[in-house]
């Protein structure tokens, strides 16, 4: 494999010209777009005109005639078809984290004496630690079970009240069988909330076809909201109408501007709104999804495949040498876009990548993560990185993690 065959293989790639709807500095070989997606182009300009225009001028008539009331439905309707859902199944608002705690309270409260809360060890700490948090709330009616990967399946039974897992692995990108373990809870009548902060605008999703009721997820990273950009909440449309809020706001009022003495809830998925959205970033967040524009998602997940394999496939040529280990499933159907490997200096060498124009970044304890957006990673970017890797560990161009200590971020 030669750089010559990555060129090649960008300008066949159906997905070619997406990364020209990207502001990306010239130069940098950007591979954190799991973590913080890319500016889009239309994004600034339209900010900056919401700020002048529609706050500077219109101010609170924009409420309406700038449509700000209704963009939290909006932006959800524009999700809905990057994860196969249909209008009116997927809301913006609040955190991931938050969003997590809104649907996970009400599946717990409307449980009838079972004791299990199932989730998997090693997934995103939020998840985790809003779990935590509700089975405290709930005075030990529950019990949490942090269950290995292999062993979630097997933890999931009668007596399973609510499970909670993220679709794709946060530090190791490995993907779950997310149809399987659907119908495997269906099976038992146990509701599961998925969290797609990791696979939605990378992975193919189907929630509607795979029997999939709740799901949460952030649209900063492979949706490319930018930062802090509000979550999602999906919900399938028989889960909408039986729905009861736990975090009953009043932009989940079914009467809003009746502003009456008591909580009705909406009917509709907003009745998972809770209080004033974020204008500003959800505008952003309309940006974001509009690059999958025209965009066959079954092309963005091969074209993650591509990279992915290429990534994987150069590092056995040029890496491993240097103790680089795949920290993610080799099997392409089992990751999802990204991949990690483990090495004893991972810290010191993600700085040196970084100072050498290689955003990549590092997981605790010890794992180098590359993520692959298919609508701006290019093969020549991934042929590159790789390259700048080598050089850097035959030149020993790095410093060991003794002397390195950790940013506050990674
Ligand atoms: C990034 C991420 C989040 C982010 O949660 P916030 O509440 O938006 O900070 C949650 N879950 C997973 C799996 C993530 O990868």
């Given at each position: 494999m030669d750089r010559a065959t990555c060129e090649g293989l960008d300008r066949a790639?159906?997905?070619?010209?997406?990364?020209?709807r990207f502001s990306l500095p010239e130069g940098l070989l950007y591979f954190n777009g799991n973590s913080l997606g890319a500016l889009p182009k239309t994004t600034a300009a339209d900010i900056d005109s919401v700020v002048r225009e529609e706050w500077g001028r219109g101010l609170v008539e924009s409420w309406l005639d700038a449509d700000w009331f209704f963009l939290a439905r909006r932006a959800g309707d524009a999700i809905a078809p990057l994860i196969g859902a249909s209008a009116g199944e997927v809301v913006c608002a609040d955190s991931t984290s938050v969003n997590l705690f809104k649907l996970a309270a009400s599946l717990l409260r409307a449980d009838r004496g079972r004791r299990t809360v199932v989730t998997e060890r090693g997934s995103f700490p939020t998840d985790v630690y809003i779990l935590e948090g509700l089975v405290d709330l709930f005075d030990g009616r529950f019990d949490l079970v942090l269950a290995e990967p292999e062993a979630i399946v097997g933890s999931?039974?009668?007596?399973?009240a609510l499970v909670v897992l993220t679709h794709v692995n946060f530090r190791t990108g490995a993907m779950h069988d997310m149809a399987a373990i659907a119908a495997h809870c269906r099976a038992h009548g146990v509701p599961a909330i998925w969290d797609l902060s990791h696979s939605a605008g990378a992975v193919p999703l189907a929630l509607n076809r795979w029997g999939v009721e709740y799901a949460v997820g952030c649209t900063?990273?492979?949706?490319?909201?930018?930062?802090?950009a509000p979550a999602y909440v999906y919900m399938a449309t028989h889960a909408v109408a039986a729905h009861q809020p736990v975090v009953t706001g009043w932009f989940g009022h079914?009467?809003?501007?009746?502003?009456?003495d008591r909580y009705r809830a909406r009917e509709d998925i907003g009745k998972c709104l809770v209080g004033t959205p974020p204008v500003l970033s959800l505008r952003a967040v309309l940006h974001g999804v509009r690059c999958f524009d025209g965009v066959a998602m079954e092309d963005v997940a091969a074209g993650s495949r591509s990279l992915s394999e290429l990534l994987v496939r150069l590092a056995d040529e040029r890496l491993a040498r240097y103790g680089f280990a795949l920290a993610s499933p080799r099997e392409p159907a089992k990751r999802g876009s990204q991949v990690s490997f483990a090495h004893p200096e991972a810290y010191a060498v993600s700085r040196a990548l970084r100072a050498a124009g290689v955003v990549v970044d590092f997981r605790s304890p010890d794992v180098l993560r590359f993520g692959i957006a298919p609508l701006y990673t290019r093969h020549v970017d991934v042929w590159d990185a790789v390259d700048a890797l080598a050089r850097i560990m035959a030149s020993e161009g790095w410093t060991p993690h003794t002397t390195a200590t950790p940013d506050p971020v990674t």
């Open positions: 790639s159906p997905l070619a010209h997406c990364r020209g999931i039974d009668g007596d399973t900063y990273k492979f949706l490319n909201g930018g930062p802090g079914a009467d809003q501007f009746g502003f009456e």
